[in-house]
Every structure is written in structure tokens, then in C-alpha cells.
T-cell receptor, first 116, second 110 residues
Framework: GAVVSQHPSWVICKSGTSVKIECRSLDFQATTMFWYRQFPKQSLMLMATSNEGSKATYEQGVEKDKFLINHASLTLSTLTVTSAHPEDSSFYIC????????????FGPGTRLTVL | GDSVTQMEGPVTLSEEAFLTINCTYTATGYPSLFWYVQYPGEGLQLLLKATKADDKGSNKGFEATYRKETTSFHLEKGSVQVSDSAVYFCALLKAQKLVFGQGTRLTINP
């Protein structure tokens, strides 16, 4: 099946710094990528949807100035957590889809962010 | 809003036992329903899906039937293996967005 990678797999940073997480589709071109956040023992919550070359669409309650999403190519999307604080500590997961709305989403393995 | 509720885990079974993981949903209209599996250290993988009422999704010995009358999509397997140990997520697709349940951790002991 299609492979999606994320980098880094885990990151620790100091409060107030920014962190960038990459999501890559390795063997297909992803017209749409999704970013999710997962708290311990809770479900994945969709943060935003991004289409290549367009601005991301953020879900209600997600601060777009804090979680910057860039989808500059059909194989790469990045999530930048700006001025991170301890409450931003979480597991961030991306997925990628090619084709239309009925296309399957392929998920990355996730990135564990810890903000000290 | 749309939501998915799964039975709480963790679930621990012996090899060859029968498995049921309950999933119910709340949504307007008729969403597509999915089960995803996440093995340790890996991303979520689609296990099976159903797109309309009474559809049965199946894969790797797992089955789930889309029950509109009970708004359910319970996951079943007749004889589990140690390799089935993973976290299982039920989800619905509405307006191109996936809504997930909280996940159920399954451990199979030899």
C-alpha cells in the first residue's frame, strides 16, 4: 500500500520555540493532506485539511496562527507549531489522500511533541 | 455533531478466542463507516469499510456490518491471533472528513 512518513518521530523543545513536523507521501502524489492531533487515550481530532498549492482549512477551535500548515508540493506538507507551550504537547498524525473525496487516506506513524 | 463511540479498552483475550469490539455512531444522513488498525510504531491502516446500510466489510478474518437501525458497526473476528494485538479505531466519513472513536487497545495472549 501507499506509504506516508513523518519526521521527526519525536521531538522535545523548550516553551516559546517553534517546531516543524514534516509529512511525506513516499510513493504517490497526495492532492490532499490532513493533520490530526491525538491526546492520550482519546481519539484523533482533525486539525486541518490542506490541498496542494492552497491555504489550509482549519477546524473550528484550531488557531491557524499557532499551527501553520504548508502544502507546497504533492508529496510534502509541513505543520509548524509556533511559540509552543506545554499544552501543545501531544501526538500529531498526518494522512494523505490522492484522488477525490472517496479516495482512501493513508496515515503517517505520528510525531510525539513534548514541550518543556 | 457527528460522533463515534467505541467500547473502552483495554481488551485482553487468549489466542483463538472470539472478538467483538462495539462501535456506535451519531450522524445525520448515511456516512461511510470504517475500522482502522494501528500496530505498534506504525500509522493507522484501513482494515475494512462499509458505505451503505447492510453492507458487510471484511478483511483478514475481521467483519463488520453497517446497521442503520442500531447505528452500529461492531467489529468481529471468530478466532484471534497474537498478531492481531493492536489499537483499533472505528470511524465515520462525513463531508470528506473522518471522525474517529477513541480507540480500543487489544492484546492477545498465546
Amino acid at each position: 500500500g501507499a506509504v506516508v512518513s513523518q519526521h521527526p518521530s519525536w521531538v522535545i523543545c523548550k516553551s516559546g520555540t517553534s517546531v516543524k513536523i514534516e509529512c511525506r507521501s513516499l510513493d504517490f502524489q497526495a492532492t490532499t493532506m490532513f493533520w490530526y492531533r491525538q491526546f492520550p487515550k482519546q481519539s484523533l481530532m482533525l486539525m486541518a485539511t490542506s490541498n496542494e498549492g492552497s491555504k489550509a482549512t482549519y477546524e473550528q477551535g484550531v488557531e491557524k496562527d499557532k499551527f501553520l500548515i504548508n502544502h507546497a508540493s504533492l508529496t510534502l506538507s509541513t505543520l509548524t507549531v509556533t511559540s509552543a507551550h506545554p499544552e501543545d504537547s501531544s501526538f500529531y498524525i498526518c494522512s494523505a489522500r490522492f484522488g477525490g473525496s472517496s479516495g482512501e487516506q493513508f496515515f503517517g506513524p505520528g510525531t510525539r511533541l513534548t514541550v518543556l | 455533531g457527528d460522533s463515534v463511540t467505541q467500547m473502552e479498552g483495554p481488551v485482553t483475550l487468549s489466542e483463538e478466542a472470539f472478538l467483538t469490539i462495539n462501535c456506535t455512531y451519531t450522524a445525520t444522513g448515511y456516512p461511510s463507516l470504517f475500522w482502522y488498525v494501528q500496530y505498534p510504531g506504525e500509522g493507522l491502516q484501513l482494515l475494512l469499510k462499509a458505505t451503505k446500510a447492510d453492507d458487510k466489510g471484511s478483511n483478514k478474518g475481521f467483519e463488520a456490518t453497517y446497521r442503520k437501525e442500531t447505528t452500529s458497526f461492531h467489529l468481529e473476528k471468530g478466532s484471534v491471533q497474537v498478531s492481531d494485538s493492536a489499537v483499533y479505531f472505528c470511524a465515520l466519513l462525513k463531508a470528506q472528513k473522518l471522525v474517529f472513536g477513541q480507540g480500543t487497545r487489544l492484546t492477545i495472549n498465546p
